[in-house]
């Protein structure tokens, strides 16, 4: 009889239901903590800062040493791929990330087989961080999705209807296709090391799957998401996955069902009684409580987590936001928060 898992978050992956709930916050590394921003202060700029183990190992911890979340996420970003694949990524201040804007035409262009070199440092900061944790938290790895990573690509850094890579995509499927199956394939060995590194669950970050019609986030999410998901099972790779198409809607059941994904991120625009009945009972599901909430916090706060803690009773499921946690939050709220869930019990 094979033995149930001691973590919890890795138990309600499983299948299993936790009263109360694990917990983890997305960014929960990050500029709300003072510790953190000590940290970062030591790195000349964002990337380096990804890249320097010592530093992302640290901050990966600090919320666990102050908070005791259930599962630690490797501090990292989702742009790290674009750079594997030989495309210039850089952050800048009050403005975010920036690229050089790529033609999905030219994606035989993109540079293959250098995942294990250029991200190393990540792999690295894994096996820093895997030993320092609690016997009973949970190590998380990531990568951002195909359709999210292509949409920087394109846009040359953060858009707000990502218009051009819609047109890209509608205007060349060939090509577009390409380079998402380019992105898959680097994202997919990625996600191989990360696990071969020490990453207990896999997440796969769909930031901007908002509004795409059903045939077109069949092509860009599900398609990719799947072929990611099969290379990192052919590999021989085991452990959980969550997937996050944000901003899915009606199609969120289509993408649990078709990509292969173990569990379901759901954002904040959710209702949860109608994904309690449309998402199969036994997929473990995370979210999704609002970050403004949180920012707000007092009895509105424990309101919603209450309100949450209901609709998923009795299901596998994981607490945390609908998206990451803001700069802004004080930590008094993240305390109320995981002191409201904890007791609820």
């Known amino acids: 009889m094979m033995s149930k898992p001691a973590k919890p978050i890795l138990a309600v992956l499983n299948g299993e239901t936790r009263s109360p709930p694990p917990v983890w916050l997305m960014r929960q590394a990050g500029r709300y903590l003072p510790e953190y921003r000590q940290v970062r202060a030591k790195a000349a700029n964002f990337i380096e800062f990804c890249f320097s183990p010592d530093l992302a190992a640290e901050v990966t911890m600090q919320p666990i040493r102050r908070f005791g979340f259930d599962a630690a996420i490797i501090f990292a970003d989702i742009l790290l791929i674009p750079i594997a694949l030989g495309r210039k990524v850089w952050f800048v201040t009050g403005e975010g990330p920036k690229l050089e804007p790529f033609n999905p035409t030219d994606y035989e262009s993109l540079t293959q087989g250098r995942v294990a070199e250029v991200l190393a440092p990540i792999a690295e900061t894994l096996r820093l961080v895997k030993p320092q944790l609690p016997a009973e938290t949970t190590l998380i790895g990531f990568a951002g999705s195909p359709w999210t990573v ?39 060995e990625y996600l191989i090391m990360q696990a071969q590194a020490g990453a207990e669950v896999l997440k796969l970050f769909d930031s901007w799957a908002e509004g795409l019609p059903e045939p077109l986030f069949e092509r860009v999410i599900i398609r990719p998401t799947r072929r990611i998901v099969d290379q990192i099972r052919a590999a021989g790779v085991t452990v959980p996955i969550i997937g996050f198409p944000r901003g899915a809607g009606t199609l969120y059941p289509r993408y649990a069902c078709e990509t292969g994904i173990t569990g379901l991120a759901l954002d904040t625009a959710v209702q949860p009684e109608w994904a309690r009945a449309a998402l199969p009972e036994t997929l473990p599901v995370q979210g999704h409580l609002d970050p403004s909430v949180l920012r707000a916090g007092g009895a509105l706060l424990d309101a919603e987590i209450d309100r949450l803690l209901e609709t998923w009773s009795g299901r596998p499921h994981i607490f945390n936001l609908g998206h990451g946690i803001t700069p802004d939050v004080p930590i008094a709220h993240v305390e109320q928060l995981l002191a409201r869930i904890r007791r609820s019990s």
């Open 150 to 188: 292509a949409t920087y690509m394109v846009e040359g850094g953060g858009s707000k209807d990502r218009y051009a890579t819609r047109v890209a995509a509608w205007r060349d499927p060939v090509a577009f296709d390409g380079m998402l199956d380019r992105i898959a394939d680097a994202t997919a």
